[in-house]
């Protein structure tokens, strides 16, 4: 079964601190992972996925498969990034899984 | 190009009632999803059409029923409302791709409230 757990339901960060938001999943085959980010009154888009190791908005996300983990991470918090995430799985069928998120917000 | 349209945006219902959630997608894409959005739940599928013609249950089937139209259209249906099927529901479309990859494009949601 598919299952991706994020541990915190809210995230509160200063501007300019650093931020990581936690995800765990479980998959007993090779899976990929996604980042979801739902901006105030906006709709739910993708943030960024792990087979692309790219950047975006400042944010990465790293695989570690030995604690099955796929955290995001940017090192210096900005007002823009409150928001809700989500962490996302899919195991090879035509279906994505999603964790039950995390809300972001940024103190100034 | 609208992208992901859904249809109501809102809607209030008694117990009982019966509603359909349209959605319809101009992007050419062959999967589509209804995903239910509820506070410390995330979002958790109801149901998928990996292609036209073809649907299959997710996580949180009961109570709803689906109808895969065409390729552009995935309809969500509420056969008799119940308060726990107040929620935010979300269609969405993936382009199609490999299997299991690719990126979800999502429609605006529709609150529903069961009294």
């Known amino acids: 079964a598919q299952r991706v757990t994020q541990p915190e339901k809210l995230l509160s960060v200063f501007k300019g601190a650093p931020v990581e938001l936690k995800c765990n999943y479980s998959y007993s085959g090779s899976p990929e992972l996604f980042w979801y980010v739902q901006y105030s009154r906006q709709r739910l888009q993708l943030l960024l996925r792990?087979?692309s190791r790219e950047s975006i908005k400042g944010f990465t996300a790293d695989l570690n498969k030995g604690e099955t983990s796929f955290h995001l991470k940017k090192p210096f918090a900005q007002e823009e990034d409150s928001a809700m995430y989500y962490c996302a799985l899919s195991g090879g069928a035509q279906k994505l899984v999603f964790g039950q998120g995390t809300r972001l917000t940024i103190n100034p | 190009n609208a992208g992901v349209t859904q249809t109501p945006k809102f809607q209030v219902l008694k117990t009982g009632q019966s509603m359909t959630l349209q959605c319809a997608q101009d992007?050419?894409?062959?999967?589509m999803y209804w995903y239910r959005q509820d506070p410390g739940m995330g979002l958790r599928l109801i149901y998928y059409s990996a292609s036209e013609g073809t649907t299959d249950k997710g996580e949180v089937p009961n109570g709803y029923n689906v109808s895969r139209l065409n390729k552009r259209e995935f309809s969500l249906r509420l056969e008799s409302a119940a308060p726990s099927q107040t929620s935010v529901y979300f269609c969405?479309?993936?382009?199609?791709?490999?299997?299991?990859?690719?990126?979800?494009?999502f429609g605006e949601g529709s609150r529903l409230t069961v009294l």
């Open positions: 992007m050419n894409h062959n999967s």
């Open positions: 792990h087979i």
């Open positions: 969405a479309s993936k382009p199609p791709g490999t299997s299991g990859t690719g990126e979800l494009f």
